[in-house]
Every structure is written in structure tokens, then in C-alpha cells.
């Protein structure tokens, strides 16, 4: 991506007059326009949540009463200004290392899990998506045990010939499914959110 792209994206100059840490902001801003998945009086967990743009959206939401906990492989700078904000600094894929970390908190399950996780891309939208489908089967892993019943999770998945493995586990553990593109992703990039509402147990 050149410099001269960045600053010609909207999204991201929009981000940083608004205080944003990322335009990623816009994409869970749109999600929560449609789905109002993140209320007032939840504890959300936020997967791949460096620089922090969407713990910026959901704690503006959450009230004081209720935690944030961001956890990223990359450091994310904890000066959020909010007291509710919990980050760790981990892999997905360390489901034992989260599980201890999560259980320190004593928030028990959440109501709430969101990702905006992405592999390092190789440029092969083949090896590329799988990485995404991976990524997010860790994630299913862990909300299967911190998500409450009836809660929801949001994924973003690379969208490719891998899918089907994932939508398939999800709908075994959610309701319903629901795949959505905000305008804020990029027009060529095969990104899409999916919305899983109603963890069946
Ligand atoms: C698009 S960024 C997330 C932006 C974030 N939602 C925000 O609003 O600021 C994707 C993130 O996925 C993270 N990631 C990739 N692989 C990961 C892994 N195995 N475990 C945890 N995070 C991972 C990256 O470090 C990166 O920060």
C-alpha cells in the first residue's frame, strides 16, 4: 500500500480528525448501525484488537460497570482513557495462555465477541483466506467457552473457497449467520463480517 493511497482513503482521513486509532472504527460503527450487537450493559471481548479503534467504539458504549478486554499478538497502547479497558498481549492460537488470563479477570462469559482478526498476507488470496478461515476457527474455539448463550459474535473472514468449513462450524454453534460488507472495506478487498447472533449453549 503506498503512502499516496492512505492518504487519499476517506475513511482514513475521517478516522484521524475523529480520533480513531484506525478506520476499522467505521467498519464495527456501520456493524452496530445494523446488528445494535454491542449494549450499554455488556462485557465484550475484542480478538486482533490493535492499534484499538473498535475497544475506542465499544467502550464509548459499555458503561463503567462493564469491562473491555482487548487481545492482540501486537502491543496496543493502553491509554485509552477509560478505567474498563483490559488488554493482553497474546496469540489466538495460545487458547491456555487467554483461558488463565480471562479467568484472572472474573468476568466469567461474555456477552459479546468481536474480531477483526487478518494474517499477514502473502499476496495469494488462496493461502490468504485459509489463514482467515484458521484465525477464526481459533477464535470459535474461545467462544465457545467465554461467550454466554445467546450471545453473539462478530468475524471478519476473508471470504473464499475455505469458507464453507467455517460457516459450517458456526452455524452449528449460533442461530443464525449473517454476512455483511460495510462500505468501509475496501471495494477489491474479499473481506466480509460475519455476524453470528444466538450461541445455541
Ligand atoms: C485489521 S487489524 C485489527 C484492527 C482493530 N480491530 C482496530 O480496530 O484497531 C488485524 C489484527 O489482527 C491481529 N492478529 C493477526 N494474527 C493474530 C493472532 N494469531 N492472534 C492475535 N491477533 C492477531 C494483528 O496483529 C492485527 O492487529
Known amino acids: 500500500m503506498t503512502k499516496q493511497f492512505i492518504v487519499q482513503d476517506p475513511y482514513f482521513e475521517k478516522a484521524k480528525k475523529l480520533g480513531y486509532r484506525a478506520r476499522s472504527a467505521f467498519k464495527l460503527l456501520e456493524i452496530q448501525e445494523k446488528y445494535s450487537v454491542i449494549q450499554p450493559k455488556m462485557n465484550v471481548l475484542d480478538v486482533a484488537a490493535a492499534p484499538g479503534?473498535?475497544?475506542?467504539?465499544?467502550?464509548?458504549i459499555i458503561d463503567l460497570d462493564h469491562k473491555a478486554v482487548g487481545i492482540d499478538i501486537t502491543k496496543i497502547d493502553p491509554n485509552f482513557g477509560r478505567p474498563n479497558i483490559y488488554l493482553l498481549q497474546e496469540s489466538?492460537?495460545?487458547?491456555?495462555?487467554?483461558?488463565?488470563?480471562?479467568?484472572?479477570?472474573?468476568?466469567g462469559q461474555f456477552d459479546?465477541?468481536?474480531?477483526?482478526?487478518?494474517?499477514?498476507?502473502?499476496?495469494?488470496?488462496g493461502v490468504d483466506q485459509y489463514r482467515s478461515v484458521e484465525l477464526n476457527l481459533a477464535i470459535l474455539d474461545v467462544a465457545k467457552v467465554f461467550l454466554k448463550k445467546w450471545g453473539n459474535l462478530v468475524l471478519k473472514v476473508f471470504v473464499g473457497e475455505d469458507v464453507n468449513d467455517l460457516m459450517w462450524a458456526l452455524k452449528e454453534n449460533f442461530i443464525k449467520v449473517n454476512r455483511f460488507k460495510p462500505k468501509?472495506?475496501?471495494?477489491?478487498?474479499f473481506e466480509e463480517y460475519f455476524i453470528c447472533m444466538g450461541k445455541k449453549d
Open 184 to 189: 468501509a472495506c475496501r471495494e477489491r478487498s
Open 112 to 125: 459479546l465477541i468481536t474480531s477483526d482478526i487478518a494474517p499477514s498476507t502473502t499476496g495469494m488470496s
Open 53 to 60: 479503534s473498535f475497544l475506542q467504539v465499544i467502550s464509548k
Open 92 to 107: 489466538i492460537f495460545e487458547y491456555e495462555k487467554i483461558r488463565i488470563y480471562l479467568d484472572s479477570l472474573s468476568i
